[in-house]
């Protein structure tokens, strides 16, 4: 078991990720190396296709490298089981994707109570934490409505609370705003950034928007299959 530093939440080595294509090996990226550090907000940039989304998969335990380790504190990521990396993710890990994947059948508030139920709280209990959450999303008063009746940024709203009521460590979000209008996916970005300070977070997010990205601690760009580190400020308007 290798220990990281205090500070070092996650910690990247040398990752790699082969896809095969038909006879050949498409390799998404190779040699990635990089450290984040506890409550930092890092962003993820580069254009599509060039890996932010699988490498993102890997970090939160949805997929594995072809090669190379990461470590989250002091636990090697590649090392887990199937139920490891499920209770890892379940435990660790708070998601938010550009679909919101909210269950169409369900309330606002039995979406957001769902991660809870499933760890089997009772219904008071998880219906009443969901509420808080809603509320600290701004959407108290939407709680009852299933989620055709919200609209997109609400939709998004919704998805970061049942994300964050497990009270994850890290939040991994992959173009959350990018299916929202400029003006709607201001407002989703800085209720994302608001609960990253309140509730302490990690952050890692993968987006196409620059000006977004520059109002992270840290930019990372993916290109050609490697990454590198860019001041948020040199980003172009």
Known sequence: MHLIAQDKILRVERLKKVFRSGESDLVLFDNLSFQVAKGEMLAIVGESGTGKSTLLHILGALDRPSAGDVYCADLQIQSLSEEGAA??????????????????????????????LLRGQPWK????????????????????????????????RVALARALIVQPKI???????????????????????????????????????FDFARRCNRVLRLQNGVVEEVAPESLPA
């Open 125 to 156: 209990q998880s219906q009443d934490r969901a509420m808080e959450w809603l509320e600290k999303v701004e959407l108290g008063k939407r709680a009852h409505h299933r989620s055709g009746e919200l609209s997109g940024g609400e939709q998004q």
């Open 87 to 116: 209770d890892f993710r379940n435990r660790e890990i708070g998601f938010v994707w550009q679909l919101h994947y909210l269950l169409p059948e369900f309330t606002a508030l039995e979406n957001v109570a769902m991660p809870l």
């Open 171 to 209: 939040l991994l979000a992959d173009e959350p705003t990018g299916d929202l209008d400029s003006r709607t996916a201001n407002a989703v970005f800085q209720l994302i950034a608001k609960l990253h300070h309140d509730q302490q977070l990690t952050s890692l997010i993968a987006t196409h928007n």
